[in-house]
């Protein structure tokens, strides 16, 4: 760590449905962060620079059929190959801003209501080996809002009745964890000012020394 930058960085997921603003926000968070001095970094899961992750855009691109169990696992696996990259730039004071995490894995794979495999399943394959995000940000809009936004409907799970799924587990996971949750029908400037001012307050914690939870463990 440099100087000015004692302590360790702070660890921001940034979830919702396609197209509720994540990306931008996220993107937004880490400018306004730098611009107050913070050395902030913008990730993305899942990493589709990685072989893990051509394979999973190939099956998001629909080129390629894989089986629900698979496909989990290899998002999953897409983000414990980039673990330790994690963990030593949270260590070193950097915080990571991240548009998805381990909480977009077990609301897509639990939409899908595949035989077997529930959220205990979901939390049992990487709960224990991954951090906890210091906060997720739970972007709140409906679903035909979002679907009127460009591009949807190029990737494979872009599908209204699908998107209806991926919202409901998103709400259940958020009650049960606690997630910060945010009105993604607001202006982005308005949205954007809301979490900054929650996200400074959040770096400054871990700043002080709050501790890296394991994700579900
Ligand atoms: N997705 C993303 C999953 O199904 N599981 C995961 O673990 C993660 C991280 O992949 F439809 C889905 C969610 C979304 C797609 O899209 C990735 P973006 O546009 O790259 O976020």
């Known amino acids: 760590?440099?100087?000015?930058?004692?302590?360790?960085?702070?660890?921001?997921?940034?979830?919702?449905?396609?197209?509720?603003?994540?990306?931008?926000?996220?993107?937004?968070?880490?400018?306004?962060?730098r611009e107050k001095g913070v050395d902030a970094e913008w990730w993305r899961f899942p990493d589709r620079t990685t072989g893990v992750g051509r394979l999973i855009d190939s099956y998001l691109a629909g080129k390629q059929d894989t089986e629900d169990d698979v496909i989990h696992l290899l998002f999953a696996a897409n983000r414990l190959e980039k673990k330790q990259e994690l963990m030593s730039k949270l260590e070193g004071g950097t915080t990571v801003v991240l548009d998805r995490y381990a909480q977009s894995g077990a609301a897509f794979t639990m939409a899908k209501a595949t035989p077997g495999l529930d959220?205990?399943?979901?939390m049992g394959v990487e709960g224990s080996r991954l951090p906890a995000p210091d906060v997720v940000y739970f972007l709140k809009a409906p679903v035909e809002m979002a679907a009127e936004r460009g591009g949807f409907g190029d990737e494979r799970y872009?599908?209204?009745?699908?998107?209806?799924?991926?919202?409901?587990?998103?709400?259940?996971?958020?009650?049960?964890?606690?997630?910060?949750?945010?009105?993604?029908?607001?202006?982005i400037d308005a949205l954007h000012l809301e979490i900054c001012k929650d996200a400074m307050k959040v770096v400054e914690a871990c700043k002080a020394g709050r501790p890296i939870d394991l994700l579900w463990a």
């Open 1 to 33: 760590a440099g100087a000015g930058n004692e302590g360790r960085g702070a660890f921001i997921v940034f979830e919702g449905c396609d197209r509720s603003g994540k990306t931008t926000q996220s993107k937004k968070l880490v400018a306004a962060l």
């Open 119 to 122: 959220l205990a399943w979901c």
């Open 158 to 187: 872009e599908v209204l009745e699908f998107q209806r799924k991926v919202a409901d587990c998103y709400m259940n996971l958020s009650k049960m964890e606690g997630w910060r949750e945010l009105d993604a029908t607001q202006t």
